[in-house]
């Protein structure tokens, strides 16, 4: 029988990614779960309250997730209930009931990972659960999975300096984020303007000063034509009225879509907690972004011409195949990006 391989999936950009990652292993039996608990008052606070509907473990983002997976066909397998897995694929180790670390488990970078504050130290040194920290700043530095996928060796070195193994690691790069090139190629109408990607912060407990970061970003459009981007998570009409009221008359405000190709075609873009500032370097785009900028350099996704999914599912394979206890695969993995094996 083919081996069974557990993809959790989380927002709209982490399916995508576990989706490619398991097109690249036709041979294993491949299903899906939205990111779960087995915590009983987690679920409550799920199943009794709104409070986390704008977290991925509920809400929109599960709801989305769930109907990707049904589009494409894919099998589901909510809370891991219907079989025993031999690999279990994370795209978040900061939930992960004890029963499921008892498969082989490999967590796969997202995207940008947000700052790691005082907040997130204390609750290091605490040993508290890290979902606590709200956001994704404690989001690979668990140290719980046996094998970490990496953007970038600056994010190696941030996973294991705040907690997991470096040994553990490994730079595969990510899907999403590792062929922006790609995205020159678009029927996106408008070009030379100012985009401004805005982010969820509030909707995730998070202070913010929107109206002054709207000011911020007409003074640095200077008279150019300004775009608006949602995050999806956003309260559209909240965020809407505080655009129109602050910004010269044909902005326009864009709540769906795929920013790539936007960016792709700006001039200048404008970001505060986004992934997709990113993108935007990639490009060779100025950009702006409430994060650090040698930091951002640092941490940059490598671009390997969209071949990160073939990495990681190689990756999968090999410890799928791997005799020993899973704890020591790592001890003794040549890992090679599938582009070096090529060209060998």
Same mark, same amino acid.
């Given at each position: 029988?083919?081996?069974?391989?557990?993809?959790?999936?989380?927002?709209?950009?982490?399916?995508?990614?576990?989706?490619?990652?398991?097109?690249?292993?036709?041979?294993?039996?491949?299903?899906?779960?939205?990111?779960?608990?087995?915590?009983?008052?987690?679920?409550?606070?799920?199943d009794k309250t709104e409070f986390l509907n704008k977290t991925v473990l509920a809400g929109q983002f599960k709801e989305n997730s769930e109907k990707y997976c049904y589009e494409h066909h894919l099998q589901l397998d909510y809370k891991a209930r219907k079989n025993q897995y031999d690999l279990v694929v994370y795209c978040s180790d900061m939930i992960i009931p004890d029963r499921m670390l008892q498969n082989k488990t490999l967590w796969?970078?997202?995207?940008?990972?947000?700052?790691?504050?005082?907040?997130?130290?204390?609750?290091?040194?605490?040993?508290?659960?890290?979902y606590l920290a709200v956001g994704t700043s404690l989001n690979g530095s668990s140290n719980i999975c046996d094998v970490y996928c990496a953007a970038s060796e600056g994010y190696k070195e941030r996973f294991s300096k705040i907690g997991t193994n470096n040994n553990k690691i490994l730079v595969t790069g990510i899907p999403n984020f590792d062929n922006c @090139?790609?995205?020159?190629?678009? %029927?996106?109408?408008?070009?030379?303007?100012?985009? *401004? =990607?805005?982010?969820? +912060? #509030? @909707?995730?407990?998070?202070?913010? %000063?929107?109206?002054?970061?709207?000011?911020?970003? *007409? =003074?640095?459009?200077? +008279? #150019?034509?300004?775009?608006?981007k949602l995050h999806p998570n956003e309260i559209v009409e909240r965020a809407t009225n505080e655009i129109k009221e602050n910004t010269p008359e044909g902005t326009k405000i864009y709540t769906t879509g795929n920013i790539n190709p936007m960016i792709a075609n700006c001039d200048e873009f404008i970001t505060q907690y986004s992934s997709a500032v990113y993108v935007g370097m990639?490009?060779?785009?100025?950009?702006?972004?409430?994060?650090?900028?040698?930091?951002?350099?640092?941490?940059?996704?490598?671009?390997?011409?969209g071949t990160s999914a073939k990495n990681i599912a190689q990756v999968c394979r090999d410890f799928l195949a791997f005799k020993g206890k899973k704890e020591d695969f790592v001890k003794s993995y040549d890992y090679k990006a599938v582009s070096e094996l090529v060209y060998e």
């Amino acid at each position: 029988m083919k081996k069974k391989i557990l993809f959790i999936t989380g927002s709209i950009n982490q399916t995508t990614q576990m989706h490619q990652i398991a097109d690249q292993l036709p041979e294993f039996d491949c299903w899906y779960s939205q990111i779960f608990t087995d915590s009983p008052f987690i679920q409550w606070v799920i199943d009794k309250t709104e409070f986390l509907n704008k977290t991925v473990l509920a809400g929109q983002f599960k709801e989305n997730s769930e109907k990707y997976c049904y589009e494409h066909h894919l099998q589901l397998d909510y809370k891991a209930r219907k079989n025993q897995y031999d690999l279990v694929v994370y795209c978040s180790d900061m939930i992960i009931p004890d029963r499921m670390l008892q498969n082989k488990t490999l967590w796969v970078q997202e995207g940008m990972i947000d700052e790691y504050t005082g907040i997130s130290k204390l609750i290091k040194t605490l040993k508290l659960p890290p979902y606590l920290a709200v956001g994704t700043s404690l989001n690979g530095s668990s140290n719980i999975c046996d094998v970490y996928c990496a953007a970038s060796e600056g994010y190696k070195e941030r996973f294991s300096k705040i907690g997991t193994n470096n040994n553990k690691i490994l730079v595969t790069g990510i899907p999403n984020f590792d062929n922006c @090139e790609q995205y020159h190629i678009n %029927d996106f109408p408008l070009h030379n303007y100012v985009l *401004v =990607a805005t982010s969820d +912060g #509030r @909707e995730c407990f998070r202070p913010e %000063d929107r109206v002054g970061f709207i000011k911020d970003c *007409v =003074a640095k459009a200077a +008279g #150019r034509q300004m775009i608006f981007k949602l995050h999806p998570n956003e309260i559209v009409e909240r965020a809407t009225n505080e655009i129109k009221e602050n910004t010269p008359e044909g902005t326009k405000i864009y709540t769906t879509g795929n920013i790539n190709p936007m960016i792709a075609n700006c001039d200048e873009f404008i970001t505060q907690y986004s992934s997709a500032v990113y993108v935007g370097m990639a490009l060779g785009k100025k950009v702006h972004s409430f994060f650090d900028k040698e930091e951002l350099i640092r941490q940059m996704p490598i671009q390997n011409k969209g071949t990160s999914a073939k990495n990681i599912a190689q990756v999968c394979r090999d410890f799928l195949a791997f005799k020993g206890k899973k704890e020591d695969f790592v001890k003794s993995y040549d890992y090679k990006a599938v582009s070096e094996l090529v060209y060998e």
